[in-house]
């Protein structure tokens, strides 16, 4: 009878060069593999902050639409308003949000003198990690991605 080796004994397998496979060349896998990267980047200059990218993302939402309910900023954006929900619930319980209530639009979220101040803080870190995306394609390169990136999303919009 044979037995299985321990966990911790088990060989591990080498990673295998998928640059041939179909999928590895569609524009979603492209994309999503490229957002990825990128958004590890981010969320490393984030660290020893209480921020995440899309928290700070809704920080600059609700800054710039103060009053805007949950609903409104997810029709804004392409999350779900259960996903804008946990978000802005993480948001309230650090002290960056606050809801009041509107004239007859229900709840409207505020951001607070605290989270106006780790927006700020937030807009650093993320104006380093830009830095160090820039420095990795170059210049050129860099607003080559931004122009195709920025057009694409105004032509998905439509």
Known sequence: M????????????????????????????????VQTRVSLLGEAELRDTPL???????????????????SELSRRTPTTQQAVSQVVARLEKLGYVERRLGAGRGVGLYITDVGTAAREQGHRR?????????????????????????????????
């Open 2 to 33: 044979t037995t299985t080796p321990p966990p911790s004994k088990l060989p591990t397998s080498t990673p295998v060069d998928s640059g041939d496979q179909p999928w590895n060349h569609r524009i979603g896998h492209l994309l999503w593999e």
């Open 52 to 70: 995440t990218l899309p928290a700070l993302g809704l920080l600059d939402m609700v800054g710039v639409w103060p009053g805007s309910t949950v």
């Open 126 to 158: 993320e104006e380093a990690y830009e830095r160090k995306v820039r420095d990795l394609f170059g210049e050129a390169r860099f607003q080559q991605l931004k122009q195709l990136l920025e057009e694409a999303r105004e032509l998905l919009e439509q």
